[in-house]
């Protein structure tokens, strides 16, 4: 795995539970430099496609690498089945167990979204930058994901601020959690400047009519940030499917806006 470490975890706030954590550095990594660091989600997905759950991981160390980007990529792997609802979902979902398409949940999920963070905040964090030279401050540290690792992101810069200045959401399942993202949002007060970063392509799921109610949903969460005087855009992806390929492609971009690196 090009320049990537990989260690195992206890996660203290989720009972203990032993999580891989994946850890990318530039290729030109210098120990007298500090980097920027990005939190991400599904760590088994982001570098290596042999450790990617479909066989297709993100890409990013080859990416970052090829564009000379220097940053440092904390990947957290997911749990397995239904713990990956449950640590990324910020509140309790009673519904999903009905729906046809998640036939495998045969109860309700998600609410453990809160121990997740404090996992990334209060114990991963500290230990990265004890361990890397990195620039510990907010306007340097991200935090990424897609999917329900779009949500849990969202989710993690509102709730910590004070840690996380951009956020990188790509095709988040906000369906989740509606009623309440929408009533978090709207309880939200602005302390510190945000940047966020959201995303849903044309094609991400078979049924057009839901597809295009997901991509107003995101829109209407775009329109909420900004009514909240954070500075946070929608991208429409013409091609976006819901996979890594699609991801991989349009990551970098994203990256480069959040930390100014381009015009775009």
């Known amino acids: 795995m090009l320049n990537c470490q990989v260690f195992n975890f206890r996660m203290k706030s989720l009972n203990n539970r032993e999580r891989k954590i994946r850890i990318f550095t530039p290729k030109n990594y210098d120990k007298k430099v500090k980097y920027p660091v990005i939190y991400m ?16 991981s993100w890409n990013i160390a080859n990416q970052f690498n090829n564009h000379n980007m220097e940053y440092i990529v904390v990947g957290i792997d997911s749990g397995e089945g239904i713990l990956r609802m449950n ?9 999903i167990k009905d729906d046809k398409d998640f036939d495998f949940i045969k109860n309700e999920c998600g609410g453990e979204g809160d ?15 004890a361990n890397y030279t990195t620039l510990t401050d907010r306007n340097n540290t991200c935090i990424a994901g897609s999917s329900m690792g779009g949500l849990i992101s969202l989710y993690g810069i509102l709730k910590y601020p004070h840690i996380f200045s951009k956020a990188a959401c790509l095709s988040s399942a906000f369906w989740f959690s509606e009623e309440h993202l929408i009533e978090f949002i709207r309880l939200y007060v602005p302390e510190f400047k945000l940047k966020i970063h959201l995303d849903f392509g044309k094609r991400e799921v078979n049924d057009s009519l839901r597809n295009d109610y997901l991509v107003n949903f995101t829109k209407v969460i775009n329109y909420k940030l900004i009514k909240k005087a954070i500075q946070s855009r929608f991208e429409l992806i013409d091609n976006g499917v819901h996979n890594e390929s699609s991801w991989e492609e349009r990551f970098p971009g994203i990256i480069r806006w959040l930390y100014n690196k381009t015009d775009n």
């Open 115 to 129: 121990e997740y963070l404090q996992f990334i905040v209060n114990e991963l964090k500290p230990w990265v930058d």
């Open 87 to 95: 640590e990324l979902g910020p509140w309790r979902n009673r519904w």
């Open 41 to 56: 989600h599904d760590g088994q997905n982001l570098f290596d496609d042999d450790t990617a759950s479909y066989g297709k």
